[in-house]
């Protein structure tokens, strides 16, 4: 059974960064295209960054040159760097697999106060 373990989150200020993990168990997630998706309070759940097994990424707008997806295939693991972070950024953030078909683990929470 494939297990989900996001971490990495917390409470940055405007313009900080944040390095999410990913940690995938049960599934060599190196076969799949792998996405971070957030769900900020009152939203619906938007993807914002893919990455497919050939390594090609793919951003939403509101991320494109300041969040950074990648996987390290040896610790069956996918991260997201996230620089110049924004109050329209805090949210709970998710991987799974793109399209979403595993199910879902905790995320992990992401504020930008100041």
């Known amino acids: 059974q494939v297990q989900l373990v996001e971490s990495g989150g917390g409470l940055v200020q405007p313009g900080g960064s944040l390095r999410l993990s990913c940690a995938v168990s049960?599934?060599?997630?190196?076969?799949?295209?792998m996405g971070w998706s957030r769900q900020a309070p009152g939203k619906q759940r938007e993807l914002v960054a893919s990455?497919?097994?050939?390594?090609?990424?793919n951003y939403v707008d509101s991320v494109k040159g300041r969040f950074t997806i990648s996987r390290d295939s040896a610790k069956n693991t996918v991260y997201l760097q996230m620089n110049s972070l924004q109050f329209e950024d805090t949210a709970v953030y998710y991987c799974?697999?793109?399209?979403?078909?595993?199910?879902w683990g905790q995320g992990t929470q992401v504020t930008v106060s100041s």
């Open positions: 990455i497919t097994s050939g390594v090609i990424t």
């Open positions: 049960g599934r060599n997630s190196s076969y799949y295209a």
């Open positions: 799974n697999r793109s399209p979403a078909i595993w199910p």
